[in-house]
């Protein structure tokens, strides 16, 4: 629910706050990628817990590019562009923050059920509407904010549900 709100309501269902009609469109495509997208998180972060009761975690992130990169050279087929300048930089950042966003991943997978261990991901679309603000000058919706406080409720309970139950 909580990320119904960040994503702007208005798009999703057409009709603005106060009834009148939104021009912008909904792209169909767009919403099945990211569903795709969201099936293969879910069925990598059980595997994960999975490997994590025979393997080392190096040994899971290590295999994580060796399954990525031949696919991605597939996809991308005659699109390649080499990187000029800054963006060199940017793309090591983005691998390095992906690295050490892993290496936490797997790690909380080796002490938590994947459900739980993941509840904590929802927090990512938190912190890219902070960075948003921080680094772009975006200025985030009341509906954007809205569903930022459910997100930092919803793992706030689950945090202290969880310890009540141990």
Not at 103 to 127: D, I
Not at 128 to 133: D, L, R, T
Not at 141 to 165: Q, R, S, Y
């Amino acid at each position: 629910m909580h990320l119904l709100f960040i994503v702007a309501p208005n798009s999703l269902f057409g009709v603005g706050l106060i009834g009148e009609e939104v021009s912008q469109g909904f792209s169909w495509l767009a919403l099945s990628v990211a569903i795709m997208g969201a099936f293969g998180s879910a069925v990598a972060y059980v595997l994960i817990r999975e490997l994590n009761k025979t393997e080392d975690t190096s040994v899971i992130i290590f295999y994580f590019p060796i399954v990525v990169l031949p696919l991605s050279l597939v996809l991308l087929r005659n699109n390649f562009v080499m990187l000029q300048g800054e963006t060199w930089f940017v793309l090591l950042m983005i691998g390095l923050c992906t690295h050490i966003g892993q290496v936490g991943l797997t790690k909380a997978m080796q002490t938590e059920s994947a459900g739980r261990a993941t509840s904590f991901s929802y927090l990512q679309v938190v912190f890219a509407v902070v960075f948003g603000v921080v680094f772009f000058a975006e200025i985030p919706t009341i509906w954007t904010l809205f569903g930022a406080c459910f997100m930092i409720t919803g793992v706030l309970i689950n945090v202290v549900f969880a310890e009540k139950n141990k």
